[in-house]
Structure formats: C-alpha cells, structure tokens
C-alpha cells in the first residue's frame, strides 16, 4: 500500500514540476510552418500552437542558409506576436536554399522550435500577372508588356524587375465575339502589335512563361471595343 501511495506520488510531483512542461512545450510550438514567395517577396508563416492564446504568446524568428551551423537571430521578428515575419532582405541571394525556424512563449513556458523544409526563392516564388499598355490603332492594338518588380532595389533607386532573374517568354492570347481563345504571339520581345476584329469585343490575355521552370504567371486580361470599318 505504501509502494502504491509513494507511487501516486511520484506521477503527481512528476507531472507538476517536470514532465507536466514537456507536453506544454510541445502544443506551445508553432504549427504549419512555412514559407510564401510572390515576386521573390518571401515571408515565413505559421499557426499557433494548440495551447498558444493570441494576446498572451510571442513568437522568435531564426533563419540560415543550407549548410551553414549557426542559426541567425531576425531581430525585427524576435518577441513578436504576430503569425508571419519578412524574410526578403534575408533571403536576397534568390538561388541559395534557406530555412526559417520559429518558437512560442507564453506565461514563462518556451515551446520547441518548428522548422521550415528547405526553401529556394528562386524556384518556389510565385510570379505576378504582368501590366499592359496599349496603344490603339485603325484595326490593331500596340501592346507593351511589363514585367513585374521584384522587392530589391537598384544603387540609383527603383526596383529591379524580375526579368533581370528569368529568362521571359510572353504568351498572348485574343478572343471576341466569334472567336475562341487562340494564341497570337509567343515570344521574349515585350512590345506585340495584335489585330483586331472591326465591329467586336475584343480581349486580351496575357502571361509569362519562365522556360527554365515550367511555370506560368497569374495571367492579365484586357478588353476593347473595335469600331465597325465605315
């Protein structure tokens, strides 16, 4: 009886002083972590822990590049209480593989760190839709095709385009009234001259396709009117 009572004993004391922390750490430790790249804008992401309250856990911020031992501190994103922390500026070497890692505190109790798998913005961003500018003619339109920016910026200012870090092929597409879809261009020169049904609606689609990564952009659309020929 006296085994079984000292016994009891032991669970209590353990659970309340020692081994009660370690299933705390683990659901104060931040879930689903991960990184989201639009136009080489990278930004690590995560959800609380199942025991994280918002107003009451912060969160600390630590990123390498592969290879390296030392994980190094972010400092605008240490003790923070929001779920995402920018990463760009650490992560500028676009084609070097990273990782990020992120744990929570609160009421004194640290949860564990939760890592990212490995991340290459290079590869893993997303691309944005391009802008257009037209120009219109008797039965055409002049199209200029842009590509977007990505966050870095130029020594003399503005940001440097993300065609300075793929190789750009453009896709133009046109539909109207009677038409289907069909491709009109598709080529690395950013100024397309389309023609154009007198007397219909006319529209547009555009994107990039990076050939070195077999992926598209988000697409852009535009539409107008070509009046009948007189």
Request: net charge neutral; with cysteine.
């Amino acid at each position: 009886m006296m085994l079984k009572h000292c016994f009891i004993s032991f669970l209590i004391n353990f659970w309340i002083y020692g081994g009660g922390s370690l299933p705390v750490q683990e659901s104060q430790t931040p879930l689903r972590v991960e990184f989201r790249s639009f136009n080489l804008q990278s930004i690590l992401h995560w959800h609380p822990g199942s025991a994280s309250t918002p107003n009451n856990t912060v969160y600390f911020v630590q990123y390498k590049i592969y290879g390296e031992k030392e994980w190094t501190n972010k400092e605008e994103c240490w003790g923070i209480y929001e779920l995402s922390c920018d990463l760009t500026n650490e992560t500028s070497d676009v084609q070097e593989p990273y990782y990020g890692r992120v744990k929570a505190a609160s009421a004194g109790i640290h949860g564990n760190w939760n890592m990212t798998k490995r991340f290459i913005p290079w590869w893993e961003t997303k691309i944005g839709p391009l802008s257009i500018s037209v120009k219109q003619n008797n039965k055409s339109i002049q199209l200029t095709l842009h590509a977007p920016d990505s966050p870095y910026k130029r020594k003399k200012g503005g940001n440097i385009s993300i065609q300075n870090y793929y190789e750009l092929v453009y896709r133009v597409f046109i539909t109207n009234n009677s038409l289907d879809m069909q491709k009109v261009y598709e080529g690395t020169n950013d100024k397309v001259e389309v023609d154009m049904m007198p007397g219909s609606n006319n529209c547009v689609v555009a994107e990039i396709y990076l050939p070195e990564l077999d992926r598209s952009s988000m697409s852009t659309e535009i539409c107008t009117f070509m009046a009948p020929e007189k």
